[in-house]
């Protein structure tokens, strides 16, 4: 499967709509944000990430996208659709005004796991054999190449645990 985002950085000094003060982590978009400017289909983001507790303070939102809306809303759009996307709908979920309206972000990535030919995804599902194919993966080849990760785990707990 894929897991693409977009990431939005704004500088310390930037006011901002969403939460500082150790609020909302997760901000979801109710529905769909505004069809993308160049007509292609529709506004893949719903869900964003505001680690500013975790991350010293730095005001930066990270936009999640998976499985076919990654693909047709990521992968096949150029970085400015992707931007213009993303910011369509944090402006549908932060429509206000004044101090604290939405300004375009300082920096913006975008991170497009389906396009990366080493890994052509991020994430997998354990499917029935997986206790068997982990435990082949966990050995050695040869006692010079080990294979480490939670594909080699008896345990199966996420991409980060």
Do not use: Q
């Amino acid at each position: 499967g894929v897991i693409d985002k977009w990431i939005g950085y704004w500088r310390r000094d930037a006011e901002v709509p969403w939460d500082t003060d150790g609020g909302a982590v997760w901000n979801t978009l109710v529905g769909r944000g505004p069809p993308p400017a160049d007509g292609s289909g529709e506004n893949p983001f719903r869900a964003f990430y505001n680690g500013y507790d975790t991350n010293g303070g730095h005001k930066i939102f990270v936009g999640f996208v998976g499985g076919r809306d990654a693909i047709e809303g990521m992968d096949e759009r150029d970085d400015a659709a992707v931007h213009g996307a993303a910011m369509g709908a944090l402006r549908a979920m932060y429509p206000g005004g004044g101090e604290a309206a939405l300004t375009e972000p300082d920096e913006f990535k975008i991170i497009r796991w389906g396009r990366d030919p080493h890994f052509r995804g991020s994430y997998s599902l354990p499917g029935r054999d997986r206790d068997e194919n982990s435990a082949l993966l966990a050995k050695s080849v040869g006692r010079k190449l080990y294979f480490a990760g939670e594909a080699t785990s008896d345990w199966y707990g996420s991409t980060t645990g």
